[in-house]
């Protein structure tokens, strides 16, 4: 009447599925499953001490669901019983780990090989590099690196035995901005917190120009010339530039704010503040490519 243990499974967290020999896990209340004489009592223990029984079904078949198991080494194990009785030895033991730590955010440096401006780029930055090297040295070895793009996953790798890695992004990353991040898993399934690392791509060589001015201010509207006169304090900025970009909008070295190129090459602007009255002389820049300088386009 010998108990015999057939598998163990962790049902929680990002790595299920049975626990091989020696394995480490993050399923302190594992599923223990069995083979055993129908109709008796099945008792698991972990270091000796029971953590959970059941009665063996009509085909001789087991399964127990442990209480709370110790962090570290559980050599897991069975016996059958009858009543109080033992019909049998102990099984043999089922070695796992319990392990719940999540391992450290992994540091990493970015890299641009593509263009005239090759080299680190700095996270805030921007590369004309639409695949940028991600890779990182003194990790854990046999742990995953997984690359997000937001929430999608984009890349993933294993940490080498001297503890370095390296992801290339598995599609080219699109034009603007783009919030990346990295962590590290474990083999129980345990996840580091997200080392962030926003990055605009820009790839495109479009420059940036502003194209009009448009009077939104009664009573006479309509596209504003340039060196024009209008009695529109915030008059409404259009232009064109790099899709995905940022595009600065300043006047007399005030920034003033902000607008996205859309897909088809256009932005606008219109200032929240109202303009003094004279002059005014605005310019719009975006970011270049590779860590180029700013385009600038300027119109009075």
Same mark, same amino acid.
Do not use: C, M
């Given at each position: 009447q ?5 598998a ?26 069995g083979?055993?004489?129908?109709g008796?009592?099945v008792?698991?223990? #972990?270091?000796?001490a ?7 079904d009509?085909d001789?078949q ?5 209480? =709370?198991?110790g +962090?570290?080494q559980?050599d897991?194990?069975?016996?059958v ?12 033991a089922?070695?796992v ?8 955010? %992994?540091?990493?440096t970015? =890299? ?6 090759k ?6 930055? =921007?590369?004309d590099?639409?695949?940028p ?9 046999v ?13 993933t ?5 001297n ?6 992004p598995t599609?080219?990353?699109?034009e603007?901005?783009?919030? +990346? ?11 580091? %917190?997200?080392?962030?690392f926003?990055?605009?791509?820009a790839?495109?060589t479009? %420059?940036?120009?502003? =194209?009009?001015?448009?009077d939104d ?11 024009g ?7 409404? +900025? ?7 970009a ?5 006047e007399g070295?005030?920034t ?9 090459? #256009? ?17 719009a820049?975006?970011p270049?490519?590779?860590g180029?300088?700013d385009?600038?386009?300027a119109?009075?």
């Open positions: 010998v108990a015999a243990i057939t163990v499974v962790d049902n929680v967290g990002a790595v299920q599925g049975e626990v091989a020999q020696g394995a480490s896990t993050d399923d302190r209340h594992l599923e223990v499953r083979t055993g004489a129908a008796k009592v008792r698991v223990y #972990a270091q000796g029971e953590v959970g029984s059941a009665t063996i009509a001789g087991w399964s127990v669901t442990t209480s =709370t198991l +962090l570290g559980n897991l194990t069975a016996r019983f009858d009543g109080a009785t033992a019909l049998g030895p102990l099984s043999g089922h070695r780990v319990i392990d719940t730590a999540a391992p450290q955010t %992994p540091s990493f970015v =890299t641009d090989n593509v263009g005239a401006d080299g680190p780029v700095a996270a805030n930055g =921007t590369t590099d639409a695949t090297t991600f890779e990182g040295t003194g990790a854990t070895p742990n995953t690196i997984t690359l997000r793009d937001g929430d999608k996953v984009i890349g790798g294993l940490v080498d035995s503890g370095n890695w390296s992801i290339t599609e080219p990353l699109g603007g901005q783009h919030n +990346l991040s990295v962590t590290a898993s474990d083999p129980a399934g345990n996840e580091s %917190p997200r080392g962030g926003p990055l605009t791509v790839t495109s479009q %420059p940036v120009a502003i =194209t009009k001015a448009v201010q009664a009573a006479e509207t309509g596209d504003v010339a340039d060196k006169v209008t009695n529109d304090r915030t008059p409404t +900025l259009e232009g064109t530039g790099r899709p995905g940022t595009v600065t909008i300043s070295g005030q003033l704010g902000t607008a996205t190129v859309r897909s088809d090459g #256009a932005w606008s602007f219109t200032p929240t503040a109202k303009q003094a009255d004279g002059d005014d002389t605005y310019t820049s975006q270049g490519g590779g180029a300088a385009a600038t386009s119109v009075t």
